[in-house]
């Protein structure tokens, strides 16, 4: 990727020139083919920087990570804004096209929008993007003036000469600044001079959300656009044998059916004749060697494999001499299960492939993976195909696959015409990449004066490092095992081993991933720890973070803003979690009551230690928003197979927390001075946790099984 430090000044008077005129830095692609002013900014409008200043003193800035209602749309632009001293009422925002020099350094240069790592990834190269246009600013004026740039400051997009009370706004030395050479280096603020980080801003997103102006994926239109519908096999890994179309062409609007390589598509004027068609369509299927596959089998596999050693991820002491030698110890098994993304909208995306060019417009986290998708989908080369993003209805992981974009991009090729692939909500549900199903046995010890003397865990599931290419040697999935192999707790024998399998369920990277699993299994297994050692389960946490300071701060902050330790409501109760994921430390406090099985969960706690704050209020939504999905899942999700086939169908038998059943959520943000960690995960993955403690407090019963059915409970009071 091009940066401040290696963009030439031929370079940059190059794109300076081709986008009209302006101060752009940042970055440099050399298709400038319809480059366009801010104020030509339109449907086409490719940005080719990181930042644009106009004349008219706005501040366009390029989107890298794409928004899906977690505030980046907000987040990223803060971060320039604040070194640019810009004024925020004049900032702009532009998606940025499918391009490496847009990646995430993160993801090795990857257009990726996942893993929490937007800020983490892009708060320096955007800082030091817009520091950079301040100091070219600066240098302008100070030419102008004929005095030290020095002698110059900078306040909401003007260049102020203090001694003199000259003040001169960005857009009238853009053309100057962009006569400069780039610096090679800059000095960036220090948090102390901030005046936009650390702010809760209004964001960006909302007014094109509440006046209808944002575009979404599903509010794409082109002309002479056609609708499909892909139906596809219901057992994974089976193809198509062979079809009728004759039913489904005879329904009026349909216009072609055509084979596709997951499946046929329906492709008609509208989505209803698309529907119509693909319910009557006759299709033979090849269901392949997993039409007999049901989760009952997976289980059994599974159980059998936790039998035998893993691969060892975290070995300390000799946790089975420790077992056997304790004067107590038990033996636990976890389950987990597949669990689906269900995006409030589902995938859907738009392509127009002609022979001399694709043009696809999609919602996805992953305009790299897009790209690739629908450059071996239309077998065009790279330079020929063009990615352009819309607003997310929701991602949690699913939206960076490009299964969709493919069937795009495959149906238009056939079709001749613009194609916008809609899937159904049963589409969505029956052929996602789900969260891993998990297996756990789970092993503790204390001695005879209660004091834990070992930990040991051994964990079954599909490797979400081989979606990204491989495991590593030591056959160690460290994505899986996060907040498990990191256990932070001071216990003398700590043994984590992973076991890999796949039995062939196509699976993949939902909201808080690995720790979607390891923060219920871990924290709800040292909870019975505690309790086994006799001990509070606040205290027992406090008393083993010796080596964890920000650990120990968030677990006492939390315990203090609940009353932790403190009389409750007849028939409530209080569970605790801590769990460190993403960078960020999340502890929280669920209170939760128990009516014959039904779990009425009243109010969490939330304290988070993710270090620099650039939006106190995004933290807080983010926090919000992951615990309810986290509950949700907790007390709801389940994906279950029966003849290699997905049972569930739609919100019916998949539910999600109803408002009625959500509860209130208080956050506190510990104050840190350590580099950003991520925010859109961690809530998610500790829900679970606090939510089983407390339902043990509340019942005296601990739950071994998500989700968590009523019977388990069934008779408590």
């Not at 001293?85 to 702009?92: E, G, L, P, S, T």
């Not at 077998?379 to 696959?401: C, H, S």
């Not at 092993?443 to 081989?466: H, Y």
């Not at 369920?505 to 390891?518: D, N, Q």
Request: proline share 5%; charged share 20%.
């Amino acid at each position: 990727m091009a940066t401040p430090s290696t963009l030439d000044r031929r370079t940059f008077l190059k794109v300076t020139a081709a986008a009209g005129g302006g101060l752009i830095v940042g970055g440099y692609l050399p298709d400038l083919d319809g480059a366009r002013t801010t104020a030509e900014a339109a449907g086409l409008f490719e940005p080719n920087v990181w930042v644009k200043i106009g004349a008219d003193d706005s501040v366009t800035i390029v989107l890298s990570q794409l928004e899906m209602g977690q505030g980046v749309m907000t987040s990223m632009p803060m971060l320039l804004a604040e070194e640019l001293d810009a004024d925020w009422a004049r900032i702009k925002t532009e998606w940025a096209p499918a391009d490496p020099r847009f990646g995430n350094p993160n993801f090795g240069g990857v257009q990726l929008t996942a893993g929490s790592n937007s800020v983490r990834g892009m708060w320096k190269i955007l800082r030091e993007s817009g520091a950079t246009a301040r100091a070219m600013l600066v240098a302008a004026a100070a030419q102008t003036w004929s005095v030290p740039a020095n002698s110059l400051t900078t306040e909401k997009g003007e260049v102020v000469h203090k001694a003199t009370n000259r003040r001169v706004k960005y857009g009238a030395l853009a053309d100057k600044a962009a006569a400069l050479p780039v610096p090679k280096g800059v000095t960036l603020k220090a948090p102390k001079d901030f005046k936009i980080i650390g702010q809760s801003l209004p964001r960006l997103d909302i007014p094109e959300k509440v006046n209808g102006k944002a575009e979404f994926g599903l509010d794409v239109q082109r002309p002479g656009m056609l609708i499909a519908r892909i139906v596809k096999c219901p057992v994974f890994g089976g193809k198509v044998a062979s079809f009728n179309a004759d039913k489904a062409k005879a329904v009026p609007g349909v216009r072609n059916v055509v084979a596709i390589g997951s499946g046929v598509a329906v492709v008609a004027d509208n989505y209803w004749a698309a529907s119509k068609g693909a319910q009557v369509l006759e299709v033979t299927w090849d269901e392949g060697k997993l039409a007999t596959l049901n989760s009952a089998d997976i289980t059994k596999q599974y159980a059998q494999l936790a039998a035998q050693p893993g691969k060892i991820a975290r070995n300390e002491g000799d946790t089975d001499a420790a077992i056997k030698g304790a004067a107590k110890s038990f033996e636990r098994v976890y389950e987990a299960p597949f669990l689906a993304h269900a995006t409030m909208e589902p995938m859907n995306c738009t392509a127009d492939v002609r022979p001399d060019r694709c043009e696809v417009w999609v919602p996805t986290q992953g305009q790299t993976a897009s790209h690739q998708a629908a450059i071996a989908a239309s077998g065009l080369p790279a330079d020929k195909v063009k990615i352009y993003t819309t607003y997310l209805g929701g991602g949690f992981g699913r939206r960076g696959e490009a299964d969709f974009v493919t069937d795009a991009v495959e149906s238009a090729k056939a079709a001749g015409k613009p194609v916008k692939v809609v899937w159904t909500r049963e589409d969505d549900m029956r052929h996602d990449y789900y969260r891993p199903v998990t297996y756990a046995r789970m092993w503790a010890a204390t001695d005879a004066a209660g004091k834990p003397v070992a930990f040991k865990m051994r964990m079954v599931q599909q490797s979400l490092m081989k979606r990204l290419g491989s495991l590593p040697p030591n056959g160690v999935d460290f994505i899986s095992l996060e907040g498990a192999a990191t256990l932070p707790y001071d216990i003398p024998n700590i043994r984590v081993e992973y076991t890999e399998t796949d039995p062939g369920i196509p699976y993949g990277f939902w909201r808080s991933v690995g720790a979607s699993v390891t923060g219920f299994v871990v924290e709800g297994f040292i909870d019975e720890l505690a309790a086994a050692a006799g001990e509070d389960a606040f205290e027992f946490r406090r008393a083993r973070l010796s080596r964890h300071p920000r650990h120990k701060a968030v677990l006492e902050l939390v315990a203090e803003k609940s009353g932790w330790g403190k009389p409750l409501a007849q028939g409530h109760a209080r569970g605790i979690a801590l769990l460190e994921c993403f960078g960020t430390i999340v502890g929280q406090v669920a209170e939760v009551s128990v009516t014959n099985g039904a779990v009425k969960v009243h109010k969490v706690w939330c304290a988070v230690d993710t270090g620099w704050v650039i939006s106190p209020d995004t933290i807080k939504a983010q926090m919000e928003g992951g615990t309810i999905y986290g509950l949700t899942a907790a007390l709801k999700g389940e994906i279950t197979i029966q003849s290699g086939r997905v049972v569930q169908r739609h919100f019916n038998d998949y539910q999600m927390i109803r408002h009625n059943e959500a509860p209130e959520i208080e956050t506190h943000i510990v104050a840190s001075a350590e580099a950003p960690g991520g925010i859109g995960e961690p809530s998610t993955a500790v829900a679970a946790g606090a939510l089983v403690n407390a339902i043990a407090a509340a019942t005296g019963k601990r739950i071994y099984k998500l989700p968590i059915r009523a019977e388990q409970l069934r008779g408590t009071a």
